[in-house]
């Protein structure tokens, strides 16, 4: 049967779209999903979302990798999504959704384009050798580190992600190098499997750990670079705990069509 898709980005970080409040597919098995995020035979992907009715939210976000499996939270996925959902006119500038963590609230600007959305509290920060290890919704991996234009990411991420700690759950892997008035980020990601152009979760989890670092107690805005544009991260830190935690970057269609599933 033929499905329709919208396709998204948001800095970069791309993905299929599918309104599924119909539910117009009965199941779809991860073989379909990654054949969809497919950059040769299929459309194209970070990873694919189905927009779902909910009974107590406007919606519910169903996250997949492009190898086809569910995935953890999605920063950059969750931000296109409600700028997928405004399209569809299903709120107009505030909305309060379900993900795999939970609940989210976000806010849209008037143009639909420029999407902050809110994430889940974080309460610990673990240390593995000169790296942060946190879940922001998704499990990160953060290390600091000089010459990051030039650093091999699909390589030493690579290598991070399959050593003997991670290798059986997986982890997303971000370097950071602190520019005079931004952070610049590069992200190896699970589920892809390679450098994607941004990554929500993951600049989420930079900024903490950067925070933590040089103990930024307060109210922190810490704004980041990452191939695919920038971003903007905000939260409160009383030392131990980020709360009031915001994501904020653009989210934009790029094209719509057909695909027969
Ligand atoms: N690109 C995503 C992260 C997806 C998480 C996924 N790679 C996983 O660990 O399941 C983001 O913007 O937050």
């Given at each position: 049967?033929?499905?329709?898709?919208?396709?998204?980005?948001?800095?970069?970080?791309?993905?299929?779209?599918?309104?599924?409040?119909?539910?117009?597919?009965?199941?779809?098995?991860?073989?379909?999903?990654?054949?969809?995020?497919?950059?040769?035979?299929?459309?194209?992907?970070?990873?694919?979302?189905?927009?779902?009715?909910?009974?107590?939210?406007?919606?519910?976000?169903?996250?997949h990798n492009a190898d086809g499996n569910l995935g953890s939270m999605c920063g950059n996925g969750g931000r296109c999504i409600v700028a997928f959902a405004k399209y569809l006119g299903i709120f107009d500038t505030e909305t309060n959704f379900l993900a795999v963590d939970g609940p989210h609230y976000a806010k849209i600007s008037a143009e639909g384009n420029w999407v902050e959305l809110q994430m889940i509290d974080v309460d610990s920060?673990?240390?593995?050798?000169?790296?942060?290890?946190?879940?922001?919704?998704?499990?990160?991996?953060?290390?600091?580190?000089?010459?990051?234009?030039?650093?091999?990411?699909?390589?030493?991420?690579?290598?991070?992600?399959?050593?003997?700690?991670?290798?059986?759950?997986?982890?997303?892997?971000?370097?950071?190098?602190?520019?005079?008035?931004?952070?610049?980020?590069?992200?190896?990601?699970?589920?892809?499997?390679?450098?994607?152009?941004?990554?929500?979760?993951?600049?989420?989890?930079?900024?903490?750990?950067?925070?933590?670092?040089?103990?930024?107690?307060?109210?922190?805005?810490?704004?980041?670079?990452?191939?695919?544009?920038?971003?903007?991260?905000?939260?409160?830190?009383?030392?131990?705990?980020?709360?009031?935690?915001?994501?904020?970057?653009?989210?934009?269609?790029?094209?719509?069509?057909?695909?027969?599933?």
């Amino acid at each position: 049967m033929n499905i329709k898709f919208y396709k998204y980005q948001g800095a970069g970080n791309d993905f299929v779209l599918i309104d599924h409040r119909q539910a117009p597919l009965k199941t779809i098995d991860t073989k379909a999903v990654a054949q969809l995020c497919d950059r040769r035979f299929g459309i194209g992907a970070d990873g694919l979302m189905f927009l779902l009715d909910s009974d107590k939210y406007d919606f519910e976000m169903v996250y997949h990798n492009a190898d086809g499996n569910l995935g953890s939270m999605c920063g950059n996925g969750g931000r296109c999504i409600v700028a997928f959902a405004k399209y569809l006119g299903i709120f107009d500038t505030e909305t309060n959704f379900l993900a795999v963590d939970g609940p989210h609230y976000a806010k849209i600007s008037a143009e639909g384009n420029w999407v902050e959305l809110q994430m889940i509290d974080v309460d610990s920060i673990n240390i593995d050798a000169d790296a942060f290890v946190l879940n922001t919704g998704s499990p990160h991996y953060v290390k600091e580190v000089t010459d990051l234009e030039t650093l091999d990411v699909y390589t030493e991420g690579y290598n991070i992600r399959n050593n003997e700690t991670y290798k059986a759950n997986g982890i997303n892997v971000n370097f950071v190098e602190r520019k005079p008035d931004h952070l610049f980020v590069r992200t190896f990601e699970r589920g892809v499997e390679d450098e994607t152009y941004a990554c929500g979760t993951g600049v989420t989890a930079v900024a903490m750990a950067m925070a933590k670092k040089q103990r930024q107690i307060g109210q922190v805005v810490t704004p980041v670079t990452v191939l695919g544009g920038n971003l903007e991260i905000n939260f409160r830190y009383d030392g131990e705990k980020f709360t009031d935690v915001f994501l904020c970057g653009p989210a934009e269609k790029v094209f719509e069509g057909e695909v027969s599933l």
